[in-house]
Nanobody, 123 residues
């Protein structure tokens, strides 16, 4: 059974940092493509970035480029989303999702999802 568990969310002040983790079980991360998504209140879930099985990494919006970094540890079967210089508009529930093949930036492109972790950026 494939399971994804996100952790590391919380309340942080603007300009602060958080590192989210996505622990994967039931699937070898060596073959997995992991997408990070977020959903703010009243908005659709949007893609943040993705790491594919060949260690390719893609970031989907200019806002995250340079502030967010995706990495993966295939030994620990965990993918990370390091978020720096956080802004109030980064407030959302952050999800990781798993599939295989190339990276995708749409929700329907992933079969397995975690439960999400809340990130709140506020002073």
């Amino acid at each position: 059974q494939v399971q994804l568990v996100e952790s590391g969310g919380g309340l942080v002040q603007p300009g602060g940092s958080l590192r989210l983790s996505c622990a994967v079980s039931g699937f070898d991360l060596d073959y997995a493509t992991i997408g990070w998504f977020r959903q703010a209140p009243g908005k659709e879930r949007e893609a943040v970035g993705c790491t594919s099985s060949n260690f390719g990494i893609t970031y989907y919006t200019d806002s995250e480029k340079g502030r967010f970094t995706i990495s993966r540890d295939n030994v620990k079967n965990t993918v990370y989303l390091q978020m720096n210089s956080l802004k109030p508009e980064d407030t959302a529930v952050y999800y990781c999702a798993l599939d295989w093949g190339h990276c995708r930036d749409y929700v329907s492109g992933y079969n397995y999802w975690g439960q999400g972790t809340q990130v709140t950026v506020s002073s």
